[in-house]
């Protein structure tokens, strides 16, 4: 078996039913390892009397295996893996549960990048009723990137590239056996945080912005039993850990550990605020309040996971997966102005957002954005915006077709989400505006340059039908204001045809 989904339970037979019927359920069959804590209802019972019943079809994917005596959530799942035979190990909650695909998708993934070690997704938070309540936000740009081991732990560090919780992620087996497990001192609270971090150090990580699992939010729930002071000296040890690990590349560039501190003090004083304990909000604040480093880091934090798509990273490998180890001939490679104009684009883009925001009363994300946006023009070169128009003019236009692909990939992950079933694929748009380049260029007499520009789009069946078709509605839609046109001017002189 390439995968073994590990299934943790303790007196939970009603929703581990649910979870074991998706694992099982798997469009690419995988083990499925249930550990039972010690549970005193019919767990036992039910699980041995399914396991024989598969085993009667010609079916031995479920195995059971069941503590001795109640050990804890982390030492549950280190035995769980430890039977397991997959390469690679889902971690699974009992209350929580897959979709159909997960196991497919990340496989594929994984598959095209065997250096990683570690793979997350996006996952709904469900009520127990199934219903969804949140989708974690996507992690970056693209439908899944990959991001090189000694970038990891600095993206962790500053929140951008966050693992999630166990439903969201798989790992190498060997890679968690390597590094000693899950930690029982953590028991329930990080565990799973702490050993990402660990595993991490000995490869890549693959994400995926698809939602492959569903974790339920109930007040079961065993993180819902610590206070939140509990859960935030618990977060800023992980930060701790993860500060060590940063690589010496980014070393120089690392906000100080006490700002990540008073950062952290902050974010949780907004969730206790939002759940309306107030009478925790003081002694978590301490004096955070008064550190504007820290007030920084929760503002990027939040437009992040707002909007990830304004903060592309340059670790960020995109579809289809141009690891740093295996440069693709088609990367796009822009010069200082045309990198520049693309910059100011999507300030200027960027802005836009903030007043669509602004026009529906959601001032604190429109200021954030507005404000960001203004920030990072007004560091750009003043003799840039006084002569753009020439410099533009300079830039060649085989430059202007790459900046302009690459424009667009921040506005199709704003697309997405809105129509994601009935946009085209990416690479497909890329190209087409390749095509349309390559004509622009033919048009001005530079044969060279056409053909340059249009050689990765040429081969490209649905880029010229996309062409086609924007060239077929450009033109409907040139038919339809002359007509509206005329419509118009026939309704100012009622009488100018008798």
């Not at 996952?123 to 009723?129: E, G, I, K, L, S």
């Not at 309040?289 to 707002?306: G, K, T, V, Y």
Request: charge should be positive.
């Amino acid at each position: 078996m390439q995968f073994s989904i590990v299934i943790t339970t303790y007196n939970r037979l009603a929703l581990l039913k649910r979870a074991i019927e998706t694992s099982l359920a798997q469009s690419y069959p995988c083990e499925v390892v249930v550990v039972d804590d010690c549970s005193s209802d019919d767990t036992q019972t039910y699980v041995l009397e399914l396991q024989q019943q598969l085993v009667a079809q010609g079916d031995y994917r479920l195995i059971y295996h069941r503590n001795t005596q109640n050990s804890g959530h982390s030492a549950s799942m280190n035995l769980g893996v430890k039977r397991a035979s997959g390469l690679w190990i889902k971690p699974l909650d009992d209350d929580d549960y897959l979709d159909v695909n997960c196991i497919q998708h990340m496989w594929c993934a994984i598959k095209k990048h065997p250096g990683a070690v570690i793979c997350s997704c996006q996952a709904d938070q469900v009520n127990p009723d199934g219903q969804p309540l949140h989708r974690t936000p996507r992690a970056g740009p693209g439908k899944a990137f990959v991001v090189p081991q000694e970038d990891i732990h600095y993206g962790m560090l500053l929140e951008i590239v966050p693992f999630g919780t166990p439903v969201q992620v798989a790992f190498k087996r060997m890679a968690f056996l390597e590094m000693g497990g899950w930690d029982s001192y953590f028991d329930g609270n990080c565990d799973d945080i702490d050993s990402w971090i660990k595993i991490s150090q000995l490869g890549d990580a693959i994400f995926l912005n698809q939602c492959l699992a569903y974790r339920t939010m109930w007040e079961g729930a065993s993180n819902q039993k610590l206070s939140l002071q509990k859960r935030l000296e618990t977060n800023i040890l992980m930060k701790k850990k993860i500060y060590d690990c940063v690589s010496p590349r980014y070393q120089s560039n690392i906000p100080k550990l006490n700002h990540v501190i008073a950062y952290l003090r902050l974010h949780w004083a907004g969730v206790a605020f939002k759940q309306k304990k107030f009478n925790e909000i003081l002694p978590i604040l301490s004096f955070s309040i008064f550190c504007l480093p820290a007030w920084e880091l929760l503002i990027r934090a939040i437009l992040f996971r707002q909007s990830p798509w304004l903060s592309r990273t340059s670790w960020f490998s995109e579809p289809p997966f141009s690891f740093p180890e295996k440069q693709s001939s088609s990367k796009l490679k822009l010069s200082s102005n045309s990198s520049m104009h693309l910059e100011l684009s999507r300030y200027g883009f960027q802005l836009q957002q903030s007043w669509v925001q602004f026009k529906k009363r959601q001032w604190k994300l429109g200021w954030i954005l507005g404000f960001d946006a203004i920030k990072k023009i007004l560091k750009t070169p003043i003799f840039y915006h006084v002569s753009s128009q020439w410099n533009i003019r300079k830039v060649p236009l085989h430059e202007h077709a790459n900046a302009n692909a690459m424009l667009l990939e921040d506005i199709y992950d704003i697309l997405q989400n809105k129509y994601q079933s009935n946009i085209p694929d990416l690479q497909v748009l890329q190209h087409y505006l390749h095509l349309r380049w390559s004509w622009a260029a033919l048009r001005q007499g530079k044969l060279c340059t056409s053909v340059r520009i249009a050689f990765p789009a040429l081969l490209n069946r649905q880029a010229w039908q996309t062409w086609l078709k924007i060239v077929r509605l450009q033109h409907q839609q040139k038919r339809q204001n002359s007509v509206r046109r005329k419509r118009i001017d026939s309704l100012k002189d009622p009488h100018s045809d008798s």
